[in-house]
């Protein structure tokens, strides 16, 4: 099972990622990433809100757990 999860710079995220069965392959996808990711995940950065984008988060994912907030600035 591979899970997106958005919002993938967060702490909640992070805690998920590193909660998780390592058997999970997970992606994290925010607009940049300032933390240092978990072992073992795929980052990618990028604006969720831009189709082609979007499309390239989702491909090959099972699963998508969002958690990106709303952002006004980024719309």
């Given at each position: 099972?591979?899970?997106?999860?958005?919002?993938?710079?967060?702490?909640?995220?992070?805690?998920?990622a590193?909660?998780?069965?390592?058997?999970?392959?997970?992606?994290?996808?925010?607009?940049?990433?300032?933390?240092?990711?978990?072992?073992?995940?795929?980052?990618l950065?990028?604006?969720?809100c831009?189709?082609?984008?979007?499309?390239?988060?989702?491909?090959?994912?099972?699963?998508?757990?969002?958690?990106?907030?709303?952002?006004?600035?980024?719309?």
């Amino acid at each position: 099972m591979k899970l997106l999860i958005t919002g993938g710079d967060g702490r909640l995220a992070h805690a998920i990622a590193n909660a998780l069965s390592p058997e999970i392959a997970i992606r994290l996808v925010d607009f940049a990433f300032t933390a240092p990711l978990p072992t073992g995940v795929e980052s990618l950065a990028g604006d969720i809100c831009q189709p082609e984008f979007a499309k390239q988060a989702v491909e090959g994912c099972d699963t998508l757990l969002h958690l990106a907030p709303r952002s006004e600035e980024h719309t």
